[in-house]
C-alpha cells in the first residue's frame, strides 16, 4: 500500500505541476510584437512562468509577456537545466508595459495580489529554487518602491514573512517557444486546468479594476 501511495503521488506529481510539459505541447507561434520607444520592461518570477505570463497580459496597459529564466549564474539556461535546481535561474516573465497607462508600482501591486510570497523556494505545486519568488529592479526607483511595497506587507500582512528576493537585474533569456502563450496554447493540459487557469481566475476576481476589457469575467 505504501508503494502504490507513492507510485501515485509520483505520477499526480508529474500530470499536475509546471515541470510535467513535454516539447510535444501544442504550440501556435507568439503574435509578433515590436515594443515601441515609450514600452518599459519589468521582470518578475513567482512560481510556474505559465501563470506568471497569462496574469500579466490580463492587465491593462501590459502589451506583452514573455516566458524565461533570469537571477542565475549560468549561461543560456534552458527549461531542463533550470529544472534541475542547479542554475540558480528562476522562472521569469519579462512584461512590456506602457508606463502611460500601467505605473511600475501597479505591476508590483499586481505580483503580490497573485502568488503567496512567504513561501520559500515555490509556489505550490512547485517547489524549488527555480520556483521562487523574485523581483528584478532596473533602477533605484524601482527598488525603493519595491522595498516599500514589501514593508507595508510585512507589517500588515504577512508579520514579517515576505520570501521575495529583490535583485538588481542583469539578464533575461528567452524560453522555448512552447513555453510561450502555453496557458492560452494548451487550455486542456493537467497541469493549467488544474492549477494556473484557477490562479488566473482568482487574481481576476480580486482586481476586476486592472483587467483589460477582454479579460473581464
Known amino acids: 500500500m505504501k508503494y502504490t501511495n507513492i507510485l501515485f503521488s509520483t505520477i499526480l506529481f508529474t500530470f499536475i505541476s509546471c515541470i510535467g510539459a513535454e516539447k510535444n505541447q501544442p504550440t501556435t507561434a ?22 506568471v505570463e497569462a496574469i500579466f497580459e490580463s492587465v491593462k496597459g501590459v502589451e506583452e509577456a514573455v516566458s524565461g529564466y533570469a537571477g542565475g549564474h549560468t549561461k543560456n539556461p534552458t527549461y531542463e537545466s533550470t529544472g534541475k535546481g542547479d542554475t540558480g535561474h528562476a522562472e521569469t516573465v519579462a512584461v512590456y508595459y506602457n508606463p502611460k497607462i500601467v505605473s511600475f508600482e501597479t505591476l508590483v501591486k499586481v505580483y503580490y495580489g497573485s502568488h503567496n510570497p512567504t513561501t520559500v523556494n515555490g509556489q505550490h505545486p512547485d517547489y524549488g529554487s527555480q520556483y521562487r519568488s523574485i523581483i528584478f529592479y532596473s533602477n533605484e526607483q524601482e527598488k525603493t518602491i519595491i522595498n516599500k511595497i514589501i514593508a507595508k506587507l510585512n507589517k500588515e500582512e504577512y508579520n514579517g514573512k515576505v520570501a521575495t ?3 538588481k537585474f542583469k539578464k533575461f533569456y528567452k524560453a522555448e517557444d512552447y513555453h510561450q502563450d502555453f496557458e492560452t496554447n494548451n487550455p486542456n493540459q493537467p497541469y493549467v486546468k488544474a492549477v494556473s487557469i484557477p490562479r488566473l481566475n482568482r487574481f481576476k476576481k480580486m482586481f476586476p479594476e486592472l483587467l483589460k476589457e477582454n479579460e473581464k469575467q
Do not use: H, I
Open 30 to 51: 507568439k503574435k509578433s510584437y515590436t515594443p515601441s520607444q515609450e514600452t518599459k520592461v519589468a521582470y518578475f518570477a513567482s512560481g510556474c512562468f505559465w501563470c
Open 165 to 167: 528576493e529583490v535583485q
